[in-house]
């Protein structure tokens, strides 16, 4: 009972950290569940599960703000999503998958990092086109999505990086875009996951609540209230924080 009380607190923390800029929390919840000791075997389709519900909300609240426009999001999703399906058929080992995402996850929060403050000196982020490149999108939506399935992510905490680093979508819409790929990521990889781990642990409606209330504060928090400065560089803290814990992990 303790586990699970202590576990849906930080369930609740990382899921309002990580709604806040768009991303629905699966690095974050496979982190914390590494902490409590749960079973690598539930913690891909647990996180997952969890990333689906959040992913919904925060898709929901950048819709209502005016943020999302599909035209930015469905390049990234043709692909993106028969890619995650299969990626969820792939089962790492935990010794090649956490210091492979962990390194991902640190070296594009640290150019994150770097080019805001960069773009920060000259007083303004670089303005964004209005779409995203076409084939571009495919691409990358098809290599992210095969990633993301394999390591139980959403996919949106590799997608947004690339785009603010390609300077294909503003910030703000970034996040929305971010929030509308990872539910669409989550539901096919998390298909792909049952196919063949067919196992939830039984605190996972409570999880669930945790991980609810943390998305709705978070969403709420980036689709209004939160400076595009400052989404880029809690963006890049989140994503530093994650890939330092998996490379310890």
Same mark, same amino acid.
Request: glycine fraction near 12%; charged fraction near 10%.
């Given at each position: 009972?303790?586990?699970? !009380?202590?576990?849906? @607190?930080?369930?609740?923390?990382?899921?309002?950290?990580?709604?806040? !800029? @768009?991303?629905?929390? $699966?690095?974050?919840?496979? %982190?914390?569940?590494?902490?409590?000791?749960?079973? =690598? $075997?539930? *913690?891909? =389709?647990?996180?997952?599960?969890?990333?689906?519900?959040? %992913?919904?909300?925060?898709?929901?609240?950048?819709? /209502?703000?005016?943020?999302? #426009?599909? &035209?930015?999001?469905? =390049?990234?999703?043709?692909?993106?999503?028969?890619?995650?399906?299969? +990626? +969820?058929?792939?089962?790492? =080992?935990?010794?090649?998958?956490?210091?492979?995402?962990?390194?991902?996850?640190?070296?594009?929060?640290?150019?994150?990092? /770097?080019?805001?403050?960069?773009?920060? /000196?000259?007083?303004?982020?670089? $303005?964004?086109?209005? #779409?995203?490149?076409?084939?571009?999108?495919?691409?990358?939506?098809?290599?992210? @999505?095969?990633?993301? +399935?394999?390591? @139980?992510?959403?996919?949106?905490?590799?997608?947004?990086?690339?785009?603010?680093?390609?300077?294909?979508?503003?910030? &703000? /819409?970034?996040?929305?875009?971010?929030?509308?790929?990872?539910?669409?990521?989550?539901?096919?990889?998390?298909?792909?996951?049952?196919?063949?781990?067919? %196992?939830?642990?039984?605190?996972?409606?409570?999880?669930?609540?945790? %991980? +609810?209330?943390?998305?709705?504060?978070?969403?709420?928090?980036?689709?209004? #209230?939160?400076?595009?400065?400052?989404?880029?560089?809690?963006?890049? $803290?989140?994503?530093?924080?994650?890939?330092?814990?998996?490379? *310890?992990?």
């Amino acid at each position: 009972m303790e586990e699970t !009380v202590e576990l849906s @607190g930080l369930i609740l923390v990382v899921a309002a950290l990580y709604a806040a !800029v @768009g991303q629905a929390g $699966a690095s974050g919840y496979l %982190a914390v569940m590494g902490m409590v000791g749960l079973d =690598p $075997a539930v *913690m891909k =389709p647990a996180a997952l599960t969890l990333n689906l519900l959040v %992913a919904a909300i925060g898709t929901a609240r950048f819709a /209502r703000a005016g943020l999302l #426009h599909w &035209r930015n999001v469905y =390049p990234f999703g043709v692909l993106g999503m028969p890619f995650s399906f299969a +990626g +969820g058929l792939v089962h790492l =080992p935990a010794a090649a998958y956490y210091p492979v995402v962990g390194a991902c996850l640190l070296l594009a929060g640290l150019e994150l990092t /770097r080019s805001t403050w960069v773009a920060g /000196r000259r007083r303004a982020v670089p $303005a964004a086109p209005d #779409h995203p490149p076409f084939w571009a999108a495919l691409a990358a939506g098809a290599g992210i @999505g095969f990633l993301s +399935g394999m390591t @139980g992510t959403g996919g949106g905490i590799f997608l947004a990086p690339l785009i603010l680093l390609m300077g294909w979508v503003e910030t &703000r /819409r970034t996040a929305a875009v971010s929030a509308a790929f990872n539910l669409l990521n989550s539901a096919s990889a998390l298909l792909g996951t049952w196919a063949t781990v067919p %196992a939830l642990p039984p605190a996972l409606p409570v999880w669930l609540m945790a %991980a +609810g209330a943390g998305g709705l504060f978070g969403a709420w928090l980036g689709s209004r #209230h939160l400076p595009v400065v400052a989404l880029r560089y809690l963006l890049s $803290a989140i994503l530093v924080a994650s890939g330092v814990k998996m490379l *310890m992990a």
